[in-house]
């Protein structure tokens, strides 16, 4: 029996449940520095000058980078606060992939970064060992990892566990592949060659789809992480690429962010979850993903294979990557303004382009994580 997603209200997925911001600076002298570190933000061109309109009077420029997954959230988020709230801040944000975005926070030369996979294990150490101290990363959003397809004329289709998993592994080919057949009754699927795309970068969207599928297929051989061997398929270049690849080439499946489906169009499968239910995407559906499950201290919140009978089976967070210390201090400030104002008056938009808003607790929590960042 395949379930509806209930409607969920954002505000109270969980006594610590989630949702998504992100931001970028430029300006030179800012960011955290021990004796040794270098001084984030130093590679980035600009500085504070005298700018025309409202604010401050002084253009502060902020540069960040990292996910794709967040991208198109953060630009209406960063574009409605520079016109909205304060024309003297100007956030840039670079679209390039968690991997790169992490390898950038921990060098120093953007003022935050931004990524859908916890910082951990060599980065973690690279970043400690730079900084003799540890990253703080806030959770902004949350959205779903779809698998979009491009097969005119079969909407609605469902793919079972056993089916997406053999796809992904390269073990089904074609269309009309049995185990794809027997989910969609009715349907005269084609005889068609199945092309499976995948991300080519250290990806964000990548560690979350491949966190489920090493736990919901037995035989998946490429582990997890930003990066994988992928057993098939071809490769594109950043949510953007992958969702070219599929819109560009019929019989072409592959995995991105719900946002990118949704605003291109592409068609959506409803997928398997852990309870048995086919699940269509949506952001209610991905919320039920978090619903009764506890944040962690860090906020670096996993769930592989949620139990939520409703849930979609494929979602995760995104984060800000932020510094423990900076130096420029009116820099920080408006960094700490555009996140407050992105998780709170900057809602409707989250909501708006289909991902899921930081409930009121969440938020809260962030909001007294930032105020432990140090200026010196």
């Not at 700018?51 to 902020?62: F, M």
């Not at 980065?123 to 491009?150: C, H, T, W």
């Not at 820099?331 to 998780?343: A, E, F, P």
């Amino acid at each position: 029996m395949r379930l509806r997603p209930n409607f969920l209200n954002p505000s109270r997925v969980v006594a610590a449940s989630l949702s998504a911001v992100a931001l970028a600076v430029s300006v030179t002298g800012c960011g955290p520095r021990t004796a040794d570190a270098p001084t984030p933000g130093t590679a980035t061109p600009g500085t504070a000058t005298t700018a025309q309109g409202g604010g401050s009077g002084q253009t502060v420029a902020i540069s960040g980078a990292g996910a794709t997954f967040p991208a198109p959230l953060y630009q209406r988020w960063f574009a409605a606060y520079n016109q909205e709230v304060d024309n003297n801040v100007q956030v840039s944000y670079q679209s390039v992939g968690s991997g790169a975005g992490l390898e950038q926070y921990i060098n120093g030369t953007v003022d935050f970064g931004a990524s859908d996979a916890p910082i951990q294990g060599d980065r973690l150490k690279s970043f400690q060992d730079k900084y003799s101290a540890e990253p703080i990363q806030v959770p902004m959003a949350a959205g779903a990892v779809v698998l979009a397809y491009n097969l005119p004329g079969f909407d609605n289709l469902k793919l079972s566990r056993e089916a997406y998993c053999a796809i992904v592994e390269g073990r089904v080919t074609r269309w009309n592949d049995p185990l794809i057949a027997a989910e969609n009754a009715g349907q005269n699927l084609p005889d068609q060659p199945i092309t499976f795309a995948h991300r080519s970068d250290g990806s964000g969207t990548t560690f979350i789809f491949v966190n489920h599928i090493n736990a919901a297929c037995p035989t998946w051989p490429a582990g997890v992480g930003t990066s994988v061997d992928w057993p098939t398929g071809v490769g594109g270049q950043g949510n953007e690429g992958v969702s070219a690849q599929i819109q560009q080439n019929e019989g072409t499946i592959g995995y991105i962010e719900y946002a990118y489906a949704k605003l291109n169009n592409i068609q959506m499968a409803e997928l398997e979850n852990k309870t048995g239910n086919y699940i269509a995407p949506s952001a209610q559906s991905a919320s039920a993903v978090f619903e009764g499950v506890p944040i962690p201290e860090d906020f670096g919140l996993t769930v592989p294979d949620p139990e939520n009978p409703q849930a979609f089976p494929i979602a995760g967070l995104t984060w800000i990557m932020i510094y423990p210390q900076y130096q420029d201090a009116a820099k920080w400030n408006t960094i700490k303004d555009v996140i407050t104002w992105s998780l709170t008056e900057g809602r409707p938009i989250t909501e708006e382009l289909g991902y899921i808003p930081m409930p009121e607790t969440i938020v809260e929590r962030v909001q007294n994580t930032l105020n432990k960042v140090q200026v010196q």
